[in-house]
């Protein structure tokens, strides 16, 4: 019974803790583009270390 005194403040502090990061990402605009960076890890990167561009020139 004495932990339940000392956890749940603990418990209700971290849950507004999260709930104010949740309302201060919103209002800095972090969930502007969430599919951007989605397709960015997607994408084809053409030029990666295993097939070097050629030089220009051959």
Same mark, same amino acid.
């Given at each position: 019974?004495?932990? !339940?005194?000392? !956890?749940?403040?603990?418990?209700?502090?971290?849950?507004?803790?999260?709930?104010?990061?949740? *309302?201060?990402?919103? #209002?800095?605009?972090? *969930?502007?583009?969430?599919?951007?960076?989605?397709? #960015?890890?997607?994408?084809?990167?053409?030029?990666?270390?295993?097939?070097?561009?050629?030089?220009?020139? #051959?």
């Amino acid at each position: 019974m004495n932990s !339940l005194l000392i !956890l749940i403040p603990i418990s209700l502090g971290m849950g507004v803790i999260g709930l104010c990061a949740f *309302f201060w990402a919103m #209002r800095n605009n972090q *969930f502007d583009d969430p599919e951007g960076n989605a397709w #960015r890890v997607i994408t084809i990167d053409t030029h990666s270390d295993d097939n070097p561009p050629e030089k220009e020139g #051959r």
